[in-house]
């Protein structure tokens, strides 16, 4: 596993589509609100963030959601990397 610590650096609201529920069981794709959130790479002159400026990856992440306060611009995150496994599950709908 790598770990790395981001800052959130912007926001933004774009219009993309998103699903939703049509009443019958089943799921439409509609218009709707999405946020991007920007992420780099820490730097740093002392403390923890030049310990991660050193030794972990640098570089720019986006993220893409329908939640609107999902990340805090100005918040730093650690982000984790490590191989997935073919055993592991992936999450149901909504993150639960």
């Known amino acids: 596993m790598v770990r790395a610590k981001f ?9 993309g ?3 939703v529920d049509d009443g019958q069981g089943g799921t439409k794709w509609v218009s709707g609100a999405l946020w ?3 992420f780099g790479a820490v730097t740093g002159k002392d ?10 990856p640098s570089g720019k992440i986006e993220l ?4 609107s306060e ?6 730093e995150y650690y ?3 490590h191989p ?9 709908q909504g993150g639960q």
Request: with cysteine; net charge negative; charged share 20%.
């Open 79 to 81: 982000i984790d990397f």
């Open 64 to 67: 893409s959601s329908v939640h």
């Open 7 to 15: 800052l959130c650096t912007s926001k933004r609201e774009y219009i």
């Open 47 to 56: 403390g923890e963030s030049k310990v991660f400026w050193y030794a972990s």
């Open 36 to 38: 991007a959130y920007e």
């Open 84 to 92: 997935v496994s073919t055993a592991e599950v992936a999450p149901t």
């Open 70 to 75: 999902l990340f805090q611009v100005g918040q």
């Open 17 to 19: 589509s998103k699903p």
